[in-house]
């Protein structure tokens, strides 16, 4: 009876808080959501930045030794708990619960990035028009020193420089869409038109997640697959222009020497991080969704595949179309290449202006864009809402409920994300994407996750899970990777970026007031210092008590597998009872 009553309870629990309902949508996802901007704009240009093919061998040692580890390790956390990010520790390690609180801020700064999602949709209603913008100089934003893109074509291939002159490119996106200010000390007033495409993009993220995964699983049908449809139209497109060749050689060149410079293995680990989402919580909630048997060991090998082989495909499209830019301008392609918003807003849409149909290139260019956009932000989102509800299931999880509380979070991080769109809005997002989501958050959160399974919970408890929620026990190599290979690693980026630590500049002059220092540094360690200050404030409360009760603060007292084993439940999703609850 005792055995019956739990099942009912665990399975009414499930149903309260939702599952997939097919193996289909959790790959859909978890695909949407690992490939994004990372692969289109970011992964090209550090592969060129830092020596081209060269660059693949970091990058394919960080995949391998900590994507694909990390990877597994977090989708296992969330399969197995059933929890989201910041509840999942209670049931592993209960004192490194401020891991999880950590990735909740870091998670709050990265809903900033639907900006992007605003700027793409600006970009694109432009693309309709029947003469491009950011082509001509006759437009009320542009300026005496303004050139237009064949005036920049006709002057590259005669050499000739004109001074203090800036693109039609430059000025569309710096005068007509972001209205850029001095500096973060001159907000100025909001960009009402690009205010409506925040909106607008929180209002597409509100319907996409209002029914949590029962929602947000029908979408990524058309916001998944969609962008791999425009991917490869691109890709044909862009193989057949003039110039392609070029831009593929600068892509893939192979600079050796590359490879002995510190920065260029910092970079492939940061991207590795940024493109798996990892360290962020999102393969833990969208693995917890998933039933207790799912071969999460087979899907982290796949997901983190398709992530890799996107971003290498990615840059074909990209510097193909940048070669046939350098060609068309009598130019090589280093002048050309440009990261980031550069890369996407500047570069890509002046060279889609150069083909035949512009129009029809520039839109499909900004619907990929926007799509890939879409789908990683509501997912995220969707995990936020997700880790925020199970800290507070008796308030949320009743009927009706989760849309309100959906509906109120939009309103207010659309609210607070005015300040993002006034014409000083920039100089805060570069803030928030530096400080906020940086790369010393992403190691120190790699470092504590495995240390507190690896050390705390125990490694070989951890391998017996999964082999007992899948059927096959991860290879030793991973046991090496969680306990040794990622932490020292993890360390040792860490303290190094510390000591090499550079304040953020603007576009490499503009220089921010020490109060706006004063900020992001804030911002940065309010994710980090949340992992110590839990862990002291849990021993604090536990000085005065047992020793048994102490110790099941870092780990369970019994092996939570025989205890499944023994209760001979099926494949019931496990509740497990820590020592903390049960002393």
């Not at 930045?49 to 390790?73: D, E, Q, R």
């Not at 009320?140 to 203090?164: D, G, I, P, R, Y």
């Not at 929602?215 to 193989?239: C, N």
């Not at 940048?322 to 050309?336: E, I, R």
């Given at each position: 009876?005792d055995r019956?009553r739990r099942?009912?309870?665990?399975q009414?629990?499930?149903?309260d808080r939702g599952?997939?309902?097919?193996?289909?949508e959790?790959?859909l996802?978890?695909?949407?959501?690992?490939v994004?901007l990372?692969n289109?704009?970011r992964?090209?240009y550090?592969?060129?930045?830092?020596?081209?093919?060269?660059?693949l061998?970091?990058?394919?040692v960080?995949?391998?030794?900590?994507?694909?580890p990390?990877f597994?390790?977090e989708s296992?956390?969330?399969?197995y708990?059933?929890?989201?990010?910041?509840?999942c520790?209670t049931?592993?390690?209960?004192?490194a619960?401020?891991t999880?609180?950590?990735?909740l801020?870091?998670?709050?700064f990265d809903?900033?990035?639907?900006?992007i999602q605003?700027?793409a949709?600006?970009?694109?209603i432009f693309?309709?028009?029947?003469?491009?913008?950011?082509?001509?100089c006759?437009?009320s934003?542009?300026?005496a020193?303004?050139?237009?893109?064949?005036t920049?074509?006709?002057n590259?291939a005669n050499?000739?420089v004109?001074e203090?002159s800036?693109?039609?490119?430059v000025?569309?996106?710096?005068?007509?869409v972001?209205g850029?200010s001095g500096?973060?000390?001159?907000?100025?007033?909001?960009?009402?038109?690009?205010a409506?495409?925040l909106?607008?993009?929180?209002?597409f993220?509100?319907?996409s997640v209002?029914?949590?995964?029962?929602?947000?699983?029908k979408?990524?049908?058309?916001?998944?697959?969609?962008p791999?449809?425009?991917?490869?139209?691109?890709?044909i497109?862009?193989?057949?222009?003039p110039?392609?060749?070029?831009g593929?050689y600068?892509y893939l060149?192979?600079?050796?020497n590359r490879l002995?410079?510190?920065?260029?293995?910092a970079?492939?680990?940061?991207?590795?991080m940024?493109s798996?989402s990892?360290?962020?919580?999102?393969p833990?909630?969208?693995?917890?969704?998933n039933t207790y048997s799912?071969?999460?060991?087979?899907?982290?090998?796949?997901?983190?595949?398709l992530n890799?082989?996107?971003?290498f495909?990615?840059?074909?499209?990209?510097?193909s179309?940048?070669?046939?830019?350098?060609?068309?301008?009598?130019?090589?392609v280093?002048t050309?290449v440009?990261?980031?918003?550069?890369l996407a807003?500047?570069?890509?849409p002046q060279?889609?202006?150069?083909m035949?149909l512009p129009?029809?290139?520039?839109?499909?260019f900004f619907l990929?864009?926007?799509f890939?956009?879409?789908?990683t932000?509501f997912?995220s989102f969707e995990?936020?809402?997700t880790t925020i509800?199970?800290l507070?299931?008796?308030?949320?999880r009743?009927?009706?409920?989760?849309?309100?509380?959906?509906?109120?979070m939009?309103?207010?991080?659309?609210?607070?994300q005015?300040?993002?769109?006034?014409?000083?809005?920039?100089?805060i997002?570069?803030l928030?994407?530096?400080y906020g989501?940086t790369?010393?958050c992403?190691?120190?959160?790699?470092?504590s996750?495995c240390?507190a399974?690896?050390?705390g919970?125990?490694v070989?408890r951890?391998m017996n899970?999964?082999e007992?929620?899948?059927g096959h026990k991860?290879?030793?190599f991973?046991?090496l990777?969680?306990?040794?290979?990622?932490?020292?690693?993890?360390?040792?980026s860490f303290?190094l970026?510390?000591v090499?630590?550079?304040?953020?500049?603007?576009?490499?002059?503009?220089?921010?007031?020490d109060?706006?220092?004063?900020v992001?540094l804030?911002m940065m360690l309010?994710?980090?210092?949340?992992?110590?200050?839990?862990a002291v404030?849990k021993?604090?409360?536990?000085?005065?008590?047992?020793q048994k009760?102490?110790t099941?603060l870092?780990?369970l007292v019994?092996?939570?597998?025989m205890q499944r084993k023994i209760?001979?439940?099926g494949?019931?999703?496990?509740q497990?009872?820590?020592?903390e609850?049960?002393?």
């Amino acid at each position: 009876m005792d055995r019956q009553r739990r099942r009912e309870e665990r399975q009414k629990r499930a149903e309260d808080r939702g599952q997939w309902a097919s193996k289909t949508e959790y790959i859909l996802v978890v695909a949407g959501q690992v490939v994004g901007l990372g692969n289109v704009w970011r992964f090209p240009y550090l592969c060129y930045k830092n020596g081209g093919g060269a660059f693949l061998v970091p990058y394919g040692v960080f995949a391998v030794l900590f994507g694909v580890p990390l990877f597994l390790l977090e989708s296992s956390i969330g399969q197995y708990t059933q929890e989201g990010f910041a509840t999942c520790w209670t049931k592993l390690c209960p004192l490194a619960q401020g891991t999880g609180y950590g990735q909740l801020i870091i998670r709050m700064f990265d809903c900033s990035y639907i900006l992007i999602q605003a700027w793409a949709l600006f970009y694109l209603i432009f693309s309709f028009s029947s003469q491009l913008p950011w082509v001509i100089c006759e437009n009320s934003w542009n300026t005496a020193n303004c050139l237009s893109l064949h005036t920049l074509k006709a002057n590259s291939a005669n050499q000739t420089v004109v001074e203090n002159s800036t693109s039609a490119a430059v000025e569309f996106l710096e005068r007509r869409v972001l209205g850029m200010s001095g500096g973060i000390e001159e907000l100025g007033s909001v960009r009402w038109e690009l205010a409506l495409c925040l909106l607008a993009c929180w209002t597409f993220c509100y319907f996409s997640v209002w029914k949590s995964v029962r929602s947000s699983g029908k979408v990524a049908y058309v916001t998944a697959t969609f962008p791999y449809v425009m991917l490869v139209i691109l890709l044909i497109r862009g193989a057949t222009l003039p110039g392609a060749l070029d831009g593929i050689y600068y892509y893939l060149y192979p600079d050796v020497n590359r490879l002995a410079n510190f920065e260029v293995w910092a970079d492939a680990g940061s991207q590795i991080m940024f493109s798996y989402s990892l360290t962020t919580g999102t393969p833990t909630v969208l693995g917890s969704y998933n039933t207790y048997s799912n071969n999460c060991y087979r899907d982290s090998f796949w997901i983190c595949l398709l992530n890799s082989g996107t971003s290498f495909v990615a840059g074909f499209v990209i510097f193909s179309v940048l070669g046939f830019m350098a060609h068309s301008q009598g130019v090589t392609v280093d002048t050309v290449v440009d990261s980031g918003p550069g890369l996407a807003f500047i570069a890509y849409p002046q060279a889609t202006a150069l083909m035949p149909l512009p129009q029809f290139w520039t839109v499909c260019f900004f619907l990929m864009l926007l799509f890939l956009s879409v789908d990683t932000h509501f997912v995220s989102f969707e995990c936020l809402i997700t880790t925020i509800m199970d800290l507070f299931p008796k308030m949320f999880r009743k009927k009706g409920r989760h849309e309100i509380f959906v509906l109120c979070m939009c309103l207010v991080f659309f609210i607070i994300q005015l300040i993002l769109v006034t014409e000083g809005g920039i100089y805060i997002f570069q803030l928030i994407d530096y400080y906020g989501t940086t790369r010393v958050c992403q190691y120190f959160m790699a470092l504590s996750e495995c240390v507190a399974l690896s050390w705390g919970f125990g490694v070989n408890r951890f391998m017996n899970i999964i082999e007992d929620m899948t059927g096959h026990k991860p290879n030793v190599f991973f046991k090496l990777c969680w306990k040794y290979i990622i932490p020292v690693v993890s360390l040792i980026s860490f303290i190094l970026y510390l000591v090499e630590y550079k304040h953020l500049k603007f576009n490499n002059w503009y220089i921010y007031p020490d109060w706006a220092y004063g900020v992001g540094l804030t911002m940065m360690l309010s994710s980090v210092l949340m992992v110590p200050l839990w862990a002291v404030g849990k021993m604090f409360e536990s000085r005065h008590m047992s020793q048994k009760h102490f110790t099941g603060l870092c780990h369970l007292v019994e092996d939570p597998t025989m205890q499944r084993k023994i209760m001979g439940e099926g494949e019931t999703s496990v509740q497990v009872t820590t020592s903390e609850r049960t002393t």
